[in-house]
Structure formats: structure tokens, C-alpha cells
């Protein structure tokens, strides 16, 4: 890890979210390295800047006062190094987006490795987690959901066009079952729930025609990540509820079979969101001018109507 400004930096991000391993992942190192750039700041300062202990990270009584005023002065420089990238032809710097699993699955090839391609002086930091965090007080630049979770306080961009969750299974596990017709038909499968973030079970949603229905389906088998339960599915363990795209190309090759697809209607897909009140850095700015330009090409190619 760089010394100087990063040494610096390291700290800020340590204290903003309470943990190495978060602070790393935000600036795009690895956990030792951060360690070695904090215990080589610590030893030239001469004080111990934090208190280290397996389950949690904090500042110090000589810490503390030294990040409450370190930390503005970053945002003073990084303010001054951003107005000079607001002259430059191409953006230069860090950007930081948290989202979903999922959902960086989706903006990875056609929006940020096309972000990296156009812009090479840029680095992108993805953080994908489950649970919805503040994405102003983790030091994330932008956060990446869909609307519904997006905080309304927030500008939100949309990303492409409407997606939808569909119920699958595969031609193993419905050669011994009657295939459900209406909601109501799930209760008598066999049904691989999916466990959030908050440790909830997700409850799956259908409607058609105005009737809205949430079932809180059976089944022997919870997980907690969309690959595996979609492999779950492709062996036969039971019916899924999945996002239409992720389960795209074994619907195409056969692999497995949407069912109930009348009670599935498209829903607004995912958003870039990002705080209103402050200023936009060059480096965001080129992110949500791409969305802007795909979204107008999505809308190009969209077949003319009557």
C-alpha cells in the first residue's frame, strides 16, 4: 500500500466502518497490507491510533482526535484534487458502489468492465453484501439496487429496463410432478427457500390482473446465495424463485422450466443511487453518463408500437 496520503486514508476508512477487513475491501487492498500501513503510521506518529481486538476496531484516546480532524482535511483534498479532474478529458481516481450480488452480476460486463475500458486512469472498488448499509457514512460513492430499497433521500438512475422473479424448475424434478397452476399450487411442492440478509425468509410475490398474493412457501432446504440456489434447482431439490436473468441461459437450454410465468409481471430493475447534496465527482459523473447512453441505445432498439 502506498504511503503518505494513503497511510491517511486508511485510518479514516478503519474508523468510518469499524473493521479492517471493511475498510480494505473499501479501498481496494488487501487486510494485511492496510495493517502493515497503519502499524508503519503508529510507529513514526509514536502513539497507538487504535485498540485491536478479534471482534472490534477503535480509535484510541489519542486516535479519536486525531481522526476527528484528519478526516475533514482529507475531504478538503480530495475536494481540491477533484476540481483538477474536473478539467481533465478523462476521469481519474477511485470509485467506490456497493450492491448486491446480484445485481453487480448484472452491471459487471456491460457497465463496469465498459466503465474501466473507456476510462483506464479510473479504479473501480464493487462491494457486493447483502445488507443495505448507508452508503454516505461507509465512504461509498454511489450505491447500485433495486427501487424498492433504494433510500429516499437518494437521486436514483435507472439501469436497463424492467426485470421480473420467476418460479423454475427442472425437467427431473416436474417428471414426477404435476407442474403448479396458480400460487396456491406451491404449497404442495417441494420449494427451496431463500434466507436474507436480515435472516428473514424471502417470501415469494405474485399478481395478476390487480390480485397481489406473498406466500411463505415450504420447503426442507434454505440458503442464502443465488448460485447456489440455482444449482440446488438444476439438480432437482425443488422449485426456485429467481431474478428471470440470472436463470436465463438454463431456461434457454432447457435446463429448467419457468412455471406460473402469468402471475410474474415485471417490476422497475435496478438503480444507481447517490446522494443529492453534494457534488458529483468526475469520476460518477462518467458512470451515470454511461447508464444514460445504454438506456437511450436500450430504448433505440426497442421494437416500434402501433
Known sequence: ????????????????RGSFRAAAEELGVSTSALSHAVSALEARLGARLFNRTTRSVSPTDAGAPFIARLAPALAEISGAIEGINNHRDTPTGTLRINTSAGAGRMVLTPLVLEY?????????????????????????????RIMEAVPQDMIAVP????????????????????????????????????????????????????????????GSLTLDE????????????????????????HIAAGELIPVLEDWSPPYPGLFLYYPGRRHIPAGLRAFIDLIREQNREADANLPATN
Not at 474501466?116 to 457514512?137: A, K, S
Request: hydrophobic fraction near 45%; charged fraction near 25%; include cysteine.
Open 1 to 16: 500500500m502506498k504511503t503518505g496520503l494513503g497511510e491517511y486514508e486508511a485510518v479514516v476508512a478503519i474508523a468510518r
Open 226 to 249: 443465488m448460485s447456489l440456489i440455482l444449482e440446488a434447482a438444476l439438480e432437482g431439490a425443488g422449485l426456485c424463485y429467481v431474478s428471470e436473468w440470472s436463470a436465463r441461459t
Open 159 to 218: 439501469i436497463g429496463g424492467e426485470i421480473r422473479m420467476v418460479v423454475v424448475g427442472s425437467p427431473a424434478y416436474f417428471a414426477e410432478r404435476d407442474r403448479p397452476q396458480v400460487p396456491a399450487d406451491l404449497m404442495r411442492h417441494r420449494c427451496i427457500r431463500a434466507r436474507m440478509a436480515t435472516g428473514s425468509v424471502w417470501r415469494w410475490d405474485f399478481e395478476r390482473r390487480g390480485e397481489a398474493i406473498d406466500i411463505d412457501v415450504p
Open 116 to 144: 474501466l475500458r473507456r476510462y483506464p486512469e479510473m479504479n473501480l472498488v464493487l462491494v457486493t453484501e447483502g445488507r443495505l448499509v448507508d452508503i454516505v457514512q461507509q465512504g461509498f460513492d454511489a450505491g447500485i
